[in-house]
T-cell receptor, first 114, second 117 residues
Framework: EAGVAQSPRYKIIEKRQSVAFWCNPI?????LYWYQQILGQGPKLLIQ????????DSQLPKDRFSAERLKGVDSTLKIQPAKLEDSAVYLC????????????FGPGTRLTVL | GEDVEQSLFLSVREGDSSVINCTYT??????LYWYKQEPGAGLQLLTY?????DMKQDQRLTVLLNKKDKHLSLRIADTQTGDSAIYFC?????????????????FGTGTRLLVSP
């Protein structure tokens, strides 16, 4: 079974530029999550989708961050415009709703904002 | 509120046992998880324990849960150099159904385990 795929793996941009990350979850996983992991910290949930609907986006800085999952499979996370403090690893995870709801993580995209 | 704390660093010798500790504040969590993160990689699920259990053993891994003290630990027996990584505990809230899929994970800050030969 293929895991969660993310691209790009690394991205370097200047502040005020825009950037987009892509995630392809495990086949059949209805729930998709985006996390932000700042260096030295644990991942923090940004947004959660169930199929193509948003379940929780309370921690998403909506003035600059947006995410979509139009067909209930792949998802994109966008930052526009980026700030220095957005430098982090952006992790995508997916799960199959059930008793344990275990989340499986992709390798992440490391963003550096200069 | 939701808060998960871990010690930052643990150093052991190869072959010894490692014990990584975690404390959490919210007693309503349903599952507690341990994830491993190697450099440049995503999080790999190691094991989980349901909140009504006290202990779970999975090969070299033993998870102990003390609900009264809100304390979770991960013991790695016969620690190897390949176990060197950052270990995160996480507590979950909510329960997924086919319709809502609502489950939120709150992670600790991670414990860096260094295993020396």
């Amino acid at each position: 079974e293929a895991g969660v795929a993310q691209s790009p793996r690394y991205k370097i941009i200047e502040k005020r530029q825009s950037v987009a990350f892509w995630c392809n979850p495990i086949s059949g996983h209805a729930t998709l999550y985006w996390y932000q992991q700042i260096l030295g910290q644990g991942p923090k949930l940004l947004i959660q989708f169930q199929n193509n609907g948003v379940v929780d986006d309370s921690q998403l800085p909506k003035d600059r961050f947006s995410a979509e999952r139009l067909k209930g499979v792949d998802s994109t996370l966008k930052i526009q415009p980026a700030k220095l403090e957005d430098s982090a690893v952006y992790l995508c995870a997916s799960s199959l709703p059930g008793d344990t709801d275990t989340q499986y993580f992709g390798p992440g995209t490391r963003l550096t904002v200069l | 509120g939701e808060d998960v704390e871990q010690s930052l660093f643990l150093s052991v010798r190869e072959g010894d046992s490692s014990v990584i500790n975690c404390t959490y504040t919210d007693s309503s969590s349903t599952y507690l998880y341990w994830y491993k993160q190697e450099p440049g990689a995503g999080l790999q699920l190691l094991t989980y324990i349901f909140s009504n259990m006290d202990m779970k053993q999975d090969q070299r891994l033993t998870v102990l849960l003390n609900k009264k003290d809100k304390h979770l630990s991960l013991r790695i027996a016969d620690t190897q150099t390949g176990d060197s990584a950052i270990y995160f505990c996480a507590e979950s809230f909510g329960r997924a159904t086919m319709n809502t899929g609502f489950q939120k994970l709150v992670f600790g800050t991670g414990t860096r385990l260094l295993v020396s030969p």
